[in-house]
């Protein structure tokens, strides 16, 4: 069996043992277990670990509680506030766009001094330029929005970049 049909069987466990699982869930895991002494094994470890915490227990100090949920808190405020607003965002698009533009515009002109230089066709280089500025300007500007969105699904719940 593939390494990651027994992730697939452990992520089972772990769901039997926590939350719970289905019935389907549950005779298929059987069936493995039967077949599977490194699966097995992972569940008796498991089983026992959570066994033993069972006794575990401490005492909570509300005043440290109350003090680590304000932090909390706290700091959920400071990253929100952190967040550009949708106008910023939106007003920063609107500005790369207009230098997208005017680089743009402002190199287009220089193709001609360009193939001068070169001595190259004028065609020749005007292409290149499209392949090499224009193209990748644009790709480049229509990620912008999209930014948010990668970054987002690039980080985990803890706010860490995975």
């Not at 909570?60 to 909390?72: E, I, P, T």
Request: proline share 3%; charged share 15%; hydrophobic share 50%.
């Amino acid at each position: 069996m593939k390494a990651d049909n027994h992730e697939k069987v452990r992520q089972v466990i772990d769901k039997m043992l926590t939350e719970g699982s289905t019935l389907a869930e549950e005779q298929s895991l059987r069936q493995h277990l039967d077949e599977c002494t490194a699966c097995a094994q992972y569940l008796d470890a498991s089983t026992r670990a959570i066994a033993s915490l069972s006794g575990f227990s401490f005492d909570v100090d509300r005043a440290l509680q109350a003090q680590v949920h304000a932090s909390v808190e706290l700091r959920a405020q400071q990253l929100d506030s952190m967040q550009p607003s949708r106008a910023r965002t939106l007003w920063n698009y609107a500005l790369a766009l207009v230098f997208t533009v005017a680089g743009s515009f402002a190199a287009a002109q220089l193709c001609g001094a360009a193939a001068a230089f070169l001595r190259m066709p004028l065609a020749d280089v005007q292409r290149g330029f499209i392949a090499l500025w224009v193209v990748p300007s644009l790709c480049f500007l229509l990620l912008i929005p999209a930014l948010p969105s990668i970054l987002a699904a690039w980080t985990n719940r803890k706010g860490q970049i995975v």
